[in-house]
């Protein structure tokens, strides 16, 4: 799945490329090539949110955290998950969902003629990948308990 992700910011490159070609060589700028650049943007962030949540190869500020006891490191991911990151998670889920099942409803899609159809599965993928990262919250706050209760190398032998 990380591949696909990946291709996506390939494919964003080359779609790129292409409207500076045509807008600076041809005076030919294209509206879907526009959105289409967007669309897989903020599919490889969405997305790519829940990866890094899982691989652990997300940005932090690491002033203190690398000294920390793995028991105390897990003490510290299990509480920034329980009160901030699931929350947050939680309440962009609920909202996005409405917005992206009214987009479903009335089949929008761009507001410009040239535009891409369907604008209703980019927002989609927002509720979506708010859940996968959510599932990799879950999943983070077990592994954090049981470094908590039974150790960092539990389960390594």
């Known amino acids: ?23 600076k060589v041809f005076s030919n700028g294209q509206i879907a090539l526009e959105e289409l650049q967007w669309h897989l943007y903020a599919t490889a962030v969405m997305f790519g ?7 652990n190869l997300h940005v932090r500020v690491d002033l203190f955290y690398h000294k920390f006891s793995e028991r105390t490191k897990a003490v510290v991911d299990l509480f920034g998950l329980l009160l901030l990151a699931i929350p947050f998670v939680v309440v962009v889920i609920l909202h996005s969902y409405d917005f992206a099942y009214e987009s479903w409803r009335v089949n929008e899609s761009s ?23 959510l599932l990799s919250m879950f999943a983070k706050v077990l592994r954090s308990l049981e470094t908590i209760f039974k150790g960092a190398n539990h389960g390594t032998e």
Do not use: D
């Open 1 to 23: 799945m990380s591949k696909f992700f990946a291709w996506t910011n390939v494919a964003l490159i080359g779609v790129i490329i292409l409207q500076v070609v045509l807008r």
């Open 49 to 55: 949110t829940a990866y890094a949540q899982v691989t």
């Open 111 to 133: 507001a410009s003629p040239s535009g891409l159809p369907f604008r209703w599965l980019i927002k989609s993928v927002i509720p979506l990948s708010f859940a996968l990262l």
